[in-house]
């Protein structure tokens, strides 16, 4: 059988989800497919990169942390951060009773390149990139607030070597081939033998009745 995977960047204020009891936005606002579920998720308040499958072994290993599969993200927060705080995240921090994993922090020179959107006025506000290995709920965000800084705005750049580049604020495509094979080494599949989806990639789609929000 043929499985799919896709990619898509989730705006802000959307679930990660296809259904909402409440009429909440979500997932099947934006991305027109049946039958695929999120690998992992994004909070409602958090923006990004979401790999959407079919593949029940894919959905797994991306997700399990067992397989160590690095995730990405670019927090920004209240206040700047000191050496002191920046190698606490590094080290590891406690959370809801819990040490987070060793991590890999930088506190970013430039505001990165994303589409704008506000966030409580504070000043000021500087913006970390973060690489984590586990997936604990709101772990980020509980993270940089464990040391004192407060996050703002969350959006995940990277899912091990899947990217968030060139995927407008709502739009969603599938793998291409190339990075379908790096994600299943990365994951410890083998690509030749292991069912995959030979749907041509497409262009970034942008689907649904609601426009993203910025």
Known sequence: ?????????????????????????????????????????????????????????????????????PKTYLAQVEGMPDEEALAQLRTGVIVKGERTAPAQVELLAQPPDLPPREVRQYHPTPWLRIVIREGRKRQVRRMTAAVGFPCLRLVRIAIGPLKLD?????????????????????????????????????????????????
């Open 1 to 69: 059988m043929e499985r799919r995977y896709i990619l898509h960047h989730k705006p802000y204020d959307v679930l990660t989800q296809f259904s909402d009891e409440e009429g909440r936005t979500t997932l099947a606002d934006y991305v027109d497919v049946k039958g695929v579920y999120a690998a992992g998720r994004l909070d409602r308040d958090s923006e990004g990169l979401l790999l959407l499958s079919d593949d029940g072994d894919i959905l797994h290993r991306v997700t399990h942390p067992r397989w160590k599969l």
């Open 166 to 214: 060139g995927l407008g604020v709502g739009e969603w495509r599938y793998l291409t081939e190339a990075e379908r094979r790096e994600l299943f080494r990365a994951v410890g599949l083998n690509p030749d033998t292991t069912a995959r989806d030979t749907r041509k990639s497409r262009r970034p789609k942008r689907s649904g009745k609601r426009r993203p929000r910025d």
